[in-house]
């Protein structure tokens, strides 16, 4: 985290256009390292140093009485994740007091763990850092992943939970916290009683290898159709770059019509189930307890342990987990060939799932699960 000073107003908006943050010229703030690089690029700020020269870094020390500044960094996976961490630190020090600066449209979402955490504005001022006795970040994670690199398998190393609660410090993390959805949130998007079962598919980044195919998504939706099941689907058409076939009886095409994370939260909360790649959505549904089914392909399945309701489904290629993210693979193919794999097919999908509904049936992780035949 550095200390920059702007000599511009600076506007930052997301890939949907929505607005994350603002600056205004001849103020310092805080910022992430890779936000540095970016407004540098563009000469919109100089840097005045390193955080840790204004605020120590925790460490381990009591924080009774005291108050946590948390600057965010990395997705809202990464701070979803982060969450369970903060209250294990929470748990133990009542009372201090945790602050997490974070981007405006995390908000709603992160108020609704504010017992443990309370989101502040994002970039911080440094005139704010006097408010606080040390700061927590996860921008040192590199090296305990290093660490665990030459172990190339999905099962092996830290999942997200231990490497997190190591990087930030905090005390081991024994069950994610729950994300319970205020009325106001829920209410607005609710689609009513249904005897009959509600997946929800979220079609991830056509330009991303950690993320199943489309075609593939579709020969899915069309075998749980055939199973007289609900089909929603989920995502952004920017992402996609496909258009999405009109809809056949069953299913529901609610592309775009999830704008911000508080309304996916909404609907997924309202499936019995969830199949989506690795991203933000195992994150959400394994924080609402919703069975959720998890499609490894570039990325190690190994981050999803912890989560009681989410299962992992990958396959025993030479090449994976690379850990490639972008377009790009690092072996020059087009996409990820995992997804060609066997058991990658939307068949083995679709059994995977059915054996998911059963088991989280039988033991009550998800009540309104009905029988499936």
């Known amino acids: 985290m550095q200390i920059v000073e702007t000599v511009q107003d600076v506007r930052a908006y997301d890939f949907r256009g929505q607005l994350t943050y603002v600056m205004s010229a001849g103020r310092q703030y805080v910022l992430h390292d890779y936000e540095v690089r970016n407004a540098l690029r563009d000469g919109a700020v100089r840097v005045l140093g390193s955080l840790d020269e204004r605020l120590p870094r925790y460490g381990g020390q009591s924080l009774s009485n005291e108050r946590l500044y948390v600057p965010f960094t990395g997705g809202l996976g990464d701070g979803l994740t982060q969450v369970s961490c903060l209250k294990a630190l929470k748990d133990q020090y009542p009372d201090c007091t945790i602050d997490v600066s974070c981007p405006l449209i995390h908000h709603p ?17 440094v005139s704010e850092l006097t408010r606080y006795s040390a700061y927590a970040s996860l921008e040192d994670m590199t090296e305990i992943i290093r660490e665990h690199q030459s172990k190339p398998s999905h099962q092996n ?10 990087t930030l410090q905090t005390p081991e993390v024994h069950e994610p916290v729950r994300l319970v959805l205020p009325s106001e949130i829920r209410e607005p998007w609710d689609i009513g009683p249904s005897t009959t079962p509600r997946i929800g598919l979220v079609l991830s980044s056509a330009d991303n290898m950690r993320s199943y195919p489309l075609k593939a998504f579709l020969k899915i939706a069309e075998g749980l159709i055939e199973k007289q099941m609900a089909v929603f689907f989920y995502g952004q058409s920017r992402e996609i770059q496909h258009p999405i076939p009109d809809s056949p009886p069953w299913l529901c095409n609610c592309v775009d019509r999830t704008p911000n994370t508080e309304t996916l939260a909404a609907m997924i909360s309202q499936m019995d189930a969830v199949i989506c790649s ?9 924080l609402l307890r919703i069975p959720t089914l998890v499609i490894f392909l570039s990325s190690a399945a190994r981050i999803a342990g912890g989560y009681p309701t989410v299962f992992t489904h990958f396959a025993d290629y030479p090449c994976s987990p690379c850990g490639a993210v972008t377009s790009e693979c690092p072996r020059k193919f087009p996409h990820c060939r995992v997804s060609e794999h066997p058991d990658m097919q939307p068949r083995r999908i679709i059994e995977r799932l059915m054996g998911i509904l059963q088991y989280a049936r039988r033991n009550k992780n998800h009540s309104r699960v009905p029988a499936i035949h």
């Not at 992160?110 to 994002?122: G, H, K, M, N």
């Not at 190393?157 to 190591?166: I, P, T």
């Open 109 to 125: 979402v992160l108020r609704c763990f504010s017992d443990i955490a309370q989101p502040t504005e994002y970039p911080t001022p």
């Open 157 to 166: 190393g830290l999942n997200n939970f231990e490497l997190f609660s190591r």
């Open 278 to 286: 690795d991203g933000l959505c195992m994150h959400i549904g394994g």
